[in-house]
């Protein structure tokens, strides 16, 4: 930042600061709730004493002599218990304490902090659960994208002449492939039995932001003087690119690869609002979404609809926000 | 100038040969056809698709050779020939994208330039914090709130539900119809724009804050040259570069947003054709909307790189390398 700009934007750093710190504080919640989400919100209590047996953790071990019982059921039943934040599985129909016979979908109210869908699951248990699907298929396809494009990028930048012209090529491809097309004809070809696909398949077609830059980076620096120092020392090609490139190249495409967290959790969520995504009954945003649509004729049950969608946009939010941090921390040092 | 655009234009040659290879293993690969669906469709698929025997890459070639003449057979769905299909939908797709980019484009520099200008204010902070959410919004959940709220379901019915135009549109007369065409494209327009508004405008704010802070903008400061003037004719020319650029950005993701803009307002452009094509296993129309898709892709890419070269007569000299 050039003395000028610093005296045309004296509040910015300040305030991306703050705003940095929100990011990271939202993604650590958000990695613990999907980490925790089985002690978050579970069928199954945290502890239970019932005909003379005390459990701990049945929600995370799931005794079979528990297999039929539920929170509710084990109020009547135990000893004591001692229950879990959000007292209903991600899966549990008609969950209910109080007996309620109403016809699902339930609107929000104390028992149901965000409503149920109509079959009576309970809509903040599903988002609980759903973050982890969410979020492992960000990341997941994220990582992917990271590899490959980071491996493309560095070659193109360091090889330069044919191979940049042949994979800068396979970029233009990737980049203007309808990705959404690819998806669509993909789930044709290979109904997805688990997320699997569609996080390898995301990760093979989000890489070229990856490459690009990291071919930049690497045109930059295959000119300076540590690397000539390192190829004086008589190292090889494989050695500079991996111990002296990659690492120097890596920060930017970082910045890029936070963002594409965001977006890949976006996606996931345009491509199951699309009916492409994670089979059921596995809860992920984008499937409640998805779910949501039958209510807009009929209604009713708008909760359906608003909670999934501010949970995918409190997420983006947060990785973009961590993202811009990143960006600013580099362009300061 | 004319050989960079031929360059270019020899460039997107392997791009295109490669998205129809992928397209058309795609559509090979697939199991199914339309047989298992519709015996009806026998018919046309022995007319349509080459004999089993032939080799993959023998059927790759002839389909290549019938789409360079725009050739792209006849539904197995209706039978009806695809490129009256694609002439029917791609208007529809093109009109939204286009509608979309002028929105973003013309909102994002006049907020871009605001905000640069008067930083401080508050009105331009609560722009940044409100274009920093908006672009981490889902388009189909905004699209699926503003379904909600305001074409009826619960709230006031100030906008269609969907389509492009209402049933009775064509006894309004021409004035009547454009209207009528103008309302329901709001919503649409709106949901497909404001993700690119928010990028645009971002990237407006960051440069022409760069170029406020340049020297010749203080030497035309202090040759005592009027504020507007400075903002418009020496700052923004100068950092409309980097915005041009990102054009080639927003086509893509304009294109790939409108199916799901389509989809959830009824739209019958590429995205909702697809869709439809891929559910009844309607190869032939799947690879021509992939086909036709991924060339107007790289044509808007390659109008974005002209568009540059125009801006920065440096491009055109030496070709965009560093």
């Known amino acids: ?333 | 100038m004319r050989r960079y655009v031929f360059k270019r234009l020899l460039q997107m040659l392997p791009t295109f040969l490669g998205i129809t290879v992928i397209t058309f293993a795609i559509a090979h690969l697939a199991p199914g056809d339309p047989l298992q669906l519709d015996p009806e469709s026998s018919r046309a698929l022995s007319v349509q698709v080459a004999p089993p025997a032939e080799p993959l890459p023998t059927q790759y070639l002839r389909w290549l050779e019938r789409v360079l003449t725009f050739d792209f057979g006849r539904s197995l769905a209706d039978q009806r020939p695809v490129t009256q299909k694609l002439t029917e939908a791609l208007p529809k797709t093109l009109l939204l994208a286009l509608l979309a980019l002028v929105v973003a484009y013309g909102l994002a520099i006049p907020l871009g330039v605001y905000q640069a200008a008067r930083p401080r204010s508050l009105v331009s902070r609560a722009l940044s914090t409100l274009l920093f959410v908006a672009y981490s919004v889902p388009v189909f959940w905004v699209a699926v709130m503003v379904l909600l709220f305001l074409t009826g379901g619960r709230g006031p019915a100030l906008f269609p539900f969907e389509g492009l135009h209402s049933p009775q549109s064509a006894s309004y007369g021409p004035l009547g119809y454009l209207a009528d065409t103008a309302w329901h494209l709001v919503l649409p327009v709106a949901c497909l724009s404001y993700a690119t508004l928010a990028v645009v405008s971002r990237q407006v704010r960051a440069s022409m804050t760069h170029a406020l802070a340049q020297d010749y903008v203080q030497a035309a400061r202090a040759r005592g040259i009027g504020r507007r003037s400075i903002l418009f004719r020496h700052a923004l020319r100068n950092s409309l570069l980097p915005v041009v650029t990102m054009l080639s950005f927003s086509l893509p993701s304009l294109i790939g947003g409108s199916i799901v803009v389509e989809r959830a307002f009824g739209i019958p452009g590429m995205g909702s054709l697809a869709f439809e094509a891929i559910g009844q296993r309607d190869y032939p129309v799947v690879m021509a909307v992939s086909t036709l898709t991924a060339v107007v892709t790289l044509l808007a890419v390659l109008g974005a790189d002209l568009l540059y070269a125009v801006v920065d007569p440096r491009i055109r000299v030496e070709g965009p390398s560093r």
């Open chain 1, 1 to 333: 930042m050039t003395p000028a700009e610093e005296l045309v934007l004296p509040w910015r750093p300040a305030a991306k600061k703050g705003r940095g710190r929100l990011g990271l504080a939202c993604l650590g919640g958000l990695v613990v709730t999907a980490l925790g989400a089985d002690l978050l919100a579970s069928d199954l209590p945290l502890a239970v004493r019932v005909d003379a047996h005390t459990y701990l953790l049945p929600a995370l071990t799931r005794p079979p002599q528990l297999r039929l019982s539920n929170q509710g059921t084990l109020a009547q039943t135990a000893e004591w218990q001692l229950g879990t934040p959000i007292p209903f599985g991600p899966n549990q129909t008609f969950a209910t304490a109080t007996g309620r016979t109403d016809a699902a979908p339930w609107a929000p109210d104390r028992e149901h902090l965000l409503g149920t869908d109509e079959l009576g699951r309970d809509v903040l248990a599903r988002l609980i659960h759903g973050s982890r699907a969410s979020l492992s298929i960000g990341f997941g396809a994220v990582l992917i994208s990271l590899l490959v494009g980071l491996l493309l990028g560095v070659l193109a930048g360091w090889y330069r002449g044919l191979v940049d012209a042949c994979l800068s090529r396979l970029t233009e491809m990737a980049f203007t492939f309808p990705t959404f097309f690819f998806f669509i004809a993909l789930a044709g070809v290979l109904r997805f039995t688990s997320a699997l696909p569609l996080v390898i398949g995301m990760g093979l077609l989000r890489w070229p932001d990856i490459a690009r830059l990291a071919r930049a980076e690497t045109l930059k620096l295959r000119e300076l003087d540590f690397v000539l120092a390192a190829r004086v020392l008589g190292a090889s090609d494989a050695r500079i690119l991996w111990r002296h490139v990659v690492p120097n190249a890596l920060p930017p495409v970082l910045v890029a690869a936070t963002f594409g967290v965001a977006g890949a959790i976006l996606m996931e969520c345009a491509l199951a609002f699309l009916g492409i995504g994670v089979p059921a009954p596995t809860a992920s945003w984008g499937e409640l979404l998805f779910q949501a649509q039958r209510y807009l004729v009929h209604p009713g049950a708008w909760w359906l609809a608003v909670f999934p969608g501010l949970a995918v946009a409190g997420t983006v939010l947060t990785m973009n926000l961590v993202g811009e941090a990143l960006q600013d921390l580099q362009s300061r040092s």
